[in-house]
């Protein structure tokens, strides 16, 4: 044992002296990694961090509090108005495929400009300062299956020449005199102008502008930026792009929250026209027929002379009270049961949420509720990801109306279920009159008159109400992401990192010399081996 400790102390030295005797290799490689770590440093454009901060704002806050009047209760017991927000499928959203796309749409992102000097050796990328931009019918890019590569040559008299290239083969060759200037290509037409930074190239200037599909394009810049929530129970989402354009990100940062602002104002417009209109429908159909009970009313006591019908009727009330409370309630929840039954029955809200909760509904229909309502989602995610019709997109919607029928059925089914009730509460409310003596039927009659009354004043409360609610969660005081942090440049850039690049220059610096010292050994051996 002592002795293989020995055969390796004496290796192990052997070594550091053989190291020792070679000093000047360390020193020259770590030279020549230091110049090479200096040279990369100098020449490499620095990749910046871009952050932001935005929360989520709840527009619910005016119905959570309190204040949208007498029958707010009934609204909260039905579950209407009001709901969560869940940050994370919110922050999942803003960086979904279909949102990203429609950024690379408006900033018109699947266009890449570069220009070359110096015989091609240096190119820079000039992001949304290019001198010569070219555009095209906007549907365009969307047909596009391969990248489309424009080098344009722009001459001391402002002509030009144009080479179209397409999977790395030339398509076509032009000559431009004056610009703007329009290309009929094999890949459609185009369109090359001036932008407002043409004055500040010095001319001659060669520009290469690769185009290629939005889809393809998002697919990158997904990659590029990150949106991600503080935690679950908390409404910040925070936003973050490497890039090497400080400027150019916060635009793309600021477009993201504008996109998401955008559509979900678009949205709750589309939601607030739809369910506006379903209640000012009914509204109608309440006010007639509250207006047929008070003319009853009116013509009953005039017909039986009746002048403080209260005062007489107030024994009865005392004794059914809790009765008649019931018999309001059931009848009221029919009624309601009538308007969301109606809501779905209604062909014009096909495509429309149902914008009732289903807190308080049966548990087997609340769950045909939120399938039919996640299934609409789905369908309009992939509509909006593909403007054309599917297959895809048809299936959905004989699926959705299936379920659609499937919920109507079980509403009726809840309906006949509220309607027993109501018969039952009728049935023992017959009972306790029968037992009552004494008191005159004209004034069961004008009871029955007053609770159908009482019954439409609270459907229509509750109607102007939902349509008041509606209208004011239609105006947007606040924009649903409000900033926190405006897009701002971190201190130190992502790459080139000084820390990698010292790193590098140790092991580098390292590992040349002793392969130097062992493998140029062995060369020299292997050389006088074979001239032997």
């Not at 005199?177 to 001319?203: H, I, M, R, V, W």
């Amino acid at each position: 044992m002592n002795k293989e400790n020995n055969s390796e102390k004496e290796q192990v030295a052997a070594f550091l002296l053989l190291c020792l005797k070679h000093w000047y290799y360390f020193v020259i490689s770590m030279i020549i990694c230091v110049a090479v770590a200096f040279v990369y440093l100098k020449v490499k454009a620095p990749v910046w961090e871009i952050a932001a901060r935005v929360s989520l704002t709840d527009d619910d806050s005016f119905m959570k509090s309190g204040g949208l009047g007498r029958s707010a209760s009934l609204m909260s017991a039905f579950g209407v108005g009001g709901g969560s927000q869940n940050v994370e499928d919110e922050a999942k959203k803003m960086a979904s495929h279909g949102y990203i796309k429609k950024i690379i749409k408006n900033l018109d992102l699947n266009k890449v400009y570069v220009q070359s000097e110096y015989a091609g050796i240096v190119k820079t990328q000039l992001y949304d300062r290019s001198p010569v931009v070219v555009s095209s019918d906007p549907a365009l890019p969307d047909t596009l299956n391969a990248m489309l590569e424009f080098i344009i040559s722009v001459k001391n008299d402002d002509a030009a020449d144009v080479k179209l290239k397409m999977l790395k083969e030339t398509v076509g060759n032009y000559r431009i005199n004056a610009f703007p200037a329009e290309l009929e290509t094999p890949a459609g037409k185009f369109t090359l102008s001036q932008s407002a930074y043409y004055g500040e190239y010095k001319k001659p200037f060669k520009i290469k502008a690769l185009l290629t599909n939005y889809d393809y394009m998002a697919q990158l810049y997904m990659k590029e930026i990150e949106i991600d929530f503080e935690k679950k129970s908390s409404d910040l989402i925070n936003l973050t792009a490497n890039h090497r354009n400080p400027a150019f990100a916060k635009r793309i940062l600021n477009e993201i929250i504008h996109v998401y602002n955008s559509k979900w104002i678009e949205d709750k417009g589309i939601l607030s026209e739809k369910t506006n209109a379903f209640i000012d429908g009914r509204l109608r159909t309440v006010v007639s027929d509250l207006g047929a009970v008070d003319d009853n009313i009116r013509s009953f006591k005039d017909r039986h002379r009746l002048t403080d019908i209260t005062a007489d009727v107030t024994y009865y009330f005392e004794i059914n009270a809790e009765l008649q409370a019931r018999l309001t309630d059931a009848e009221t929840q029919l009624k309601l049961m009538d308007i969301i039954f109606d809501f779905v029955k209604d062909g014009n809200n096909k495509s429309a949420l149902i914008p009732f909760s289903t807190a308080t509904l049966d548990p087997s229909l609340a769950e045909v509720v939120n399938k039919y309502n996640e299934a609409l989602l789905t369908r309009n995610d992939l509509h909006l990801n593909s403007p054309v019709t599917t297959h895809v997109i048809q299936s959905m919607d004989i699926q959705i109306e299936a379920q659609r029928k499937n919920l109507l059925q079980s509403l009726a089914n809840i309906k006949k279920g509220l309607q027993i009730s109501l018969a039952e509460l009728k049935s023992r409310e017959k009972e306790i009159n029968s037992k009552i003596t004494g008191i005159p039927s004209v004034e069961r009659q004008y009871m029955d008159l007053k609770r159908e009354q009482e019954i439409q004043q609270t459907i229509y409360l509750f109607l102007v109400e939902k349509r008041e609610e509606t209208m004011l969660k239609a105006i947007s005081l606040l924009p649903k992401l409000k900033v926190i942090d405006e897009p701002y440049t971190v201190n130190t850039p992502v790459s080139p990192s000084l820390k990698k690049t010292a790193l590098f220059v140790l092991f580098f610096g390292g590992l040349l010399p002793l392969g130097a010292i062992y493998f140029i050994p062995a060369i020299r051996n292997y050389l006088r081996n074979r001239k032997r």
